[in-house]
């Protein structure tokens, strides 16, 4: 199921403002709609999901809210998560909760994640901030900046090893062709074919 989400954007320029002026009030009212629309995504999400998990019960009753921080690429976003009780087998849930789990505690999303990995290693971790807020508004801390760069970049490390292993290290099914191969010119009385050379690993 789909959900439509619809927001308005105002933009309050001034009769003198230079074109420089013009970007950056339309720039963050645009943020600020993308602010807006996830909040309302999220809400859209909660009203179609109101099933219980456990019994898939239709009927709940609502336990109030509670407030949960998503840092995006667009700036911080908050976002009342509600609480709901089944009226068939009393268990409590929240019907995002599923949805919003890839945040983690830091409630940072995979998309500025890797944002951050990408201006950690490109400047210092303060500048890496400031430059992410300038460029895109997005409001992390140097700390964050810098762990989601090691991490990611841990990640992109063990994931280039995987790859050489995989292309250096021969298969059960390699080897025994090669053997197999052998075999079959010895009987035949001709020298076997030279190894081909090992594939080299592809540059990203």
Known sequence: MQCSVSVM?????APEADISQMECAI????RQAM????GQAVRGYEAAHAACPRCGGAQSRGQGTVARR????????????????CATCGRRFRPAQGRLRVLGNGGVTPELGAACALAGASW?????????????GAQISHEAVRAWTRRLGMQEADAHHA???????PTAQQVRAERDTQVRHQRLGTPPPPPPPPPRPQRG
């Open 9 to 13: 954007i105002v933009v309050e320029i």
């Open 27 to 30: 720039q963050e009212a645009g």
């Open 35 to 38: 602010r807006a629309a996830l």
């Open 70 to 85: 998503i840092l995006t690429r667009f700036g911080r976003v908050v976002v009342a998560l509600r609480r709901q009780r």
């Open 124 to 136: 210092p971790y303060a500048t890496a901030k400031r430059v992410l807020r300038e460029l895109c």
């Open 163 to 169: 790859e050489a292993e995989h292309l250096l290290t």
